[in-house]
C-alpha cells in the first residue's frame, strides 16, 4: 500500500466558493435524510477541483462540519483513494500507466520523458510549479496503450515524441488536446474493421 505524502505547507481557511456550495447543497439533495455522509467523496473531489487539485487538512474539517460527521472518517477516505491529492500536484497531475499493456506497448518511455522535462522523482512538482508526475496501474485503456491521464481528461495511443510535445504544451501554458494521439475515435481498429464486414439481415 502507497502511504500518502501529506503537505507540510497547509493554508488557515478552506470554504466553498459561492459556485461550489451550491453544487455541494444540490448533491446533497441526493441522498435521504439521514444519509448525507455519502457525500462525503464527491465533496472531497469538489474541494479538491477548487484548491488546484489538492485538498488540504482544513477542507476535510470543514467537509467534516458541512456533513455533521467525524473528521477522521473524511480523513480516512481522502486517504484510502488515489483520485485524492494531499499535496500540491500542480495544475496538471500527469498519471501514467505502466500496467502490462501499456507496459509492452512503451510505457517506460514515457515515464523516463517526464523525468526528463518534469522532475527526476514521482509527486515532485516541476520547477515552474505547472505539473507533476506518477506512475499509476491500469486506467482501463488498454485497447489504446500506452496511454496517461491528465486531470480528467484521457492521452492514448502515445510515444515518446508525443508524450514530450504534450508536456511542451503544459510548460508553455497551452492545454494539450485529450483524445488519440493516432487519429482514432474511441478504440476502433487502426487500420478499419477486418471482421462482420458482410452483414446480413436474417
Known amino acids: 500500500m502507497t502511504i500518502k505524502k501529506v503537505s507540510k505547507e497547509q493554508p488557515d481557511k478552506f470554504e466553498f466558493n459561492s459556485k461550489n456550495l451550491v453544487l455541494a447543497k444540490n448533491i446533497l439533495k441526493n441522498y435521504p435524510d439521514g444519509k448525507q455522509q455519502s457525500a462525503v467523496m464527491a465533496l472531497l473531489y ?7 487539485n489538492w485538498i488540504p487538512l482544513i477542507a476535510m474539517k470543514y467537509i467534516a462540519k458541512f456533513l ?3 473528521y477522521i472518517k473524511v480523513y480516512e477516505v481522502a486517504t484510502f483513494y488515489s483520485m485524492y491529492n494531499l ?22 518511455d514515457l515515464v523516463k520523458t517526464c523525468k526528463e522535462k518534469i522532475s527526476e522523482k514521482q509527486n515532485e512538482v516541476s520547477h515552474e510549479g505547472k505539473c507533476s508526475w506518477v506512475e499509476v496501474e491500469c ?35 497551452n492545454k494539450p488536446e485529450p483524445g488519440s494521439y493516432r487519429g482514432r475515435k474511441n478504440s476502433e481498429p487502426e487500420e478499419n474493421r477486418k471482421t462482420l464486414l458482410d452483414v446480413r439481415n436474417a
Do not use: S
Not at 97 to 105: A, V
Open 68 to 70: 455533521d460527521m467525524p
Open 87 to 108: 499535496a500540491p500536484v500542480g495544475n496538471y497531475f500527469i498519471q501514467v500507466c505502466t500496467t502490462t499493456p501499456c507496459m509492452i506497448r512503451g510505457a517506460y
Open 139 to 173: 486506467l482501463g485503456a488498454c485497447v489504446n496503450a500506452p496511454m496517461m491521464q491528465i486531470n480528467d481528461d484521457y492521452y492514448e495511443d502515445l510515444d515518446n515524441e508525443k508524450m514530450e510535445k504534450i508536456i511542451n504544451q503544459i510548460l508553455t501554458g
Open 46 to 52: 469538489l474541494a479538491q477541483k477548487q484548491n488546484e
